[in-house]
């Protein structure tokens, strides 16, 4: 056989070739994903970024306090390392707010969130966080009796060497974010917005194939195709002459014909959905109704989910049952000024807060006004003693006994008429 004519076979086996490729190579080969999305993909449709951006913003923006239960009595522990390294400087590359910020990200999107704690016998030193993808779980067989380790690059760690934020975990440590739950949906809008950017690299021009009457050589052939690469490639030539016996037959819709613009409104209202964050929310034209049900129905679960993690890794075997840590959410509050002054009214006319403690939360210096307001129109009971005082006439009496008073501010004022000094 010739080289001639092997060179011929092969040029023919390479048209076969291309002729058999499949839908999946050709879609790979447009840019579009055919298998599951990743988070960076998901990240660049623009409903997945700003839902993604406003909740861990608002999680990562709330300070968090640590209080002790003891006997009815809470109290405030104030100085504690764990709230320093929590809040501002965990000791590693990322502050408090991005430590925060990068957790409740990976517990979106991959459905848990991962940090190293750094301990020196039971103080703790630093927390780092870890990218999920570097964290690999090796879990026992048994499946009532769960136990796992934590590998980290071939390091392995046992479970409560970690902080684990987890989303519908059914094992503790895994967990199943959006991504996995709506890769369909996520797909869709990341391939419309490939296809978008597509269409403007080619100018808007419809694909499609050219039937010919005749055999084209395979000159022609190539000619015609580099004629249609140069049109669809850059806007210097904008025109392919077909030859007798040519026709251009498209094979796609235009953006309009496929209501591109709808279908892109109608996924970003389906992802908000996903991450239950109204529309209204991100455009900054929610109610003050809508604001607060969405940090009830979207922001609060994601607080307790933290605030569990960091009660069962943080605390230690002897504070659990006491201690807590709990998110400030009134710094929600704080960019409404109007209603934070009548929230704080309404604390002060009800007994709840003192004076200093307004301050104190508003940060400004205390003024030593350590007393509660207390109205003279009110009645005090002493549920005890079954006391009743009236400020407004200073007098006492019993609910035992209510003929009989207890004495106020003038004895003559509770004695009865005849009684000895009785005015």
């Known amino acids: 056989m010739g080289l001639w004519q092997r060179w011929r076979e092969f040029r023919q086996y390479q048209r076969e070739q291309r002729e058999g490729i499949s839908l999946e190579e050709l879609l790979l080969s447009s840019g579009l994903i055919t298998g599951d999305i990743t988070k960076e993909q998901a990240l660049n449709i623009p409903a997945v970024s700003a839902c993604v951006g406003i909740i861990t913003d608002t999680v990562a923006s709330l300070p968090i306090q640590l209080y002790k239960a003891d006997n009815g009595k809470v109290t405030e522990i104030e100085g504690d390392n764990r709230l320093s390294l929590l809040n501002d400087d965990t000791k590693d590359t990322l502050d ?87 890769n369909k949906m996520l797909s869709v809008a990341y391939n419309s917005l490939i296809f978008e950017e597509i269409l403007v690299k080619t100018g808007g021009n419809k694909k499609g194939f050219v039937k010919s009457q005749n055999r084209l050589s395979q000159d022609a052939i190539d000619e015609l195709k580099a004629a249609w690469k140069k049109l669809y490639g850059n806007n210097s030539e904008n025109v392919v002459v077909l030859n007798n016996g040519l026709d251009f037959q498209e094979a796609s819709n235009t953006s309009v014909e496929m209501q591109l613009n709808e ?82 009214e309404i604390a002060s006319k009800s007994g709840i807060m003192q004076i200093d403690e307004i301050r104190y939360r508003e940060d400004l210096e205390p003024l030593g006004l350590n007393f509660i307001k207390l109205g003279l129109q009110d009645v005090l009971y002493n549920p005890v003693t079954k006391e009743i005082y009236t400020p407004n006439t200073n007098k006492s009496a019993n609910m035992n006994n209510p003929d009989k008073g207890l004495g106020g501010g003038d004895d003559n004022a509770n004695r009865n008429p005849g009684e000895p000094g009785a005015a």
């Open 263 to 344: 279908n892109k409104r109608t996924n970003s209202a389906e992802i908000s959905k996903i991450f239950i964050v109204p529309q209204s929310i991100l455009d900054g034209t929610a109610s003050d109704e809508v604001y607060n049900n969405w940090i009830k129905v979207c922001i609060l679960p994601i607080l307790v989910a933290m605030q569990t993690a960091l009660n069962k890794d943080l605390l230690l075997p002897s504070e659990k049952g006491s201690f807590y840590f709990v998110f400030d959410t009134k710094e929600l509050l704080k960019g409404d000024i109007e209603k934070r002054f009548k929230a704080y």
């Open 96 to 182: 408090g707010f991005q430590f925060k910020k990068a957790l409740v990200e990976d517990y979106l999107l991959n459905g848990a969130g991962y940090a190293f704690i750094n301990r020196a016998r039971n103080e703790l030193k630093s927390l780092h966080y870890v990218d999920y993808r570097n964290v690999a779980i090796n879990m026992n067989v048994d499946p009532i009796f769960k136990d796992y380790d934590i590998l980290v690059h071939g390091s392995m760690y046992r479970d409560f060497e970690f902080l684990k934020l987890t989303r519908k975990t059914k094992d503790g440590v895994t967990g199943k974010g959006i991504i996995q739950e709506n």
